[in-house]
């Protein structure tokens, strides 16, 4: 599986931004997707996950209630709705693929380039 993100860019304190992942091959929808990021001089971290079909999500709490994530599986495509966005969601954002629930960056297979969101006070 090939991943490819995109959607960063430069955003407000208070506004909004839609990531995507773009992936490749005919399996998408076995895959886990989950979203993870990683702020200058930290280490990448958990921020949310989606099921096979979508039914299912989980959040790291810094994000819960302000960010989404959901899938088209028609679409080999998975989202990230970002609202609210604070300057401390400022960091390069990374999709992943996974074949089973997992919030631990280690067990993910494939990843993407990563794109850069950064959120002005």
């Known amino acids: 599986v090939q991943l490819q993100a995109s959607g960063g860019g430069l955003v407000q304190a208070g506004g909004s931004l839609r990531l995507s992942c773009a992936a490749s091959?005919?399996?998408?929808?076995?895959?886990?997707m989950g979203w993870f990021r990683q702020a200058p001089g930290k280490e990448r971290d958990f921020v949310a996950v989606i099921s096979f079909s979508g039914g299912s999500t989980h959040f790291a709490d810094s994000v819960k209630g302000r960010f989404t994530i959901s899938r088209d599986n028609a679409k080999n495509t998975v989202y990230l709705q970002m609202n609210s966005l604070k300057p401390e969601d400022t960091a390069v954002y990374y999709c992943?693929?996974?074949?089973?629930?997992?919030?631990?960056?280690?067990?993910?297979?494939?990843w993407g380039q990563g794109t850069q969101v950064t959120v002005s006070s």
């Open positions: 091959g005919r399996t998408f929808s076995s895959y886990y």
């Open positions: 992943a693929a996974v074949r089973y629930y997992t919030m631990n960056i280690n067990d993910y297979d494939y």
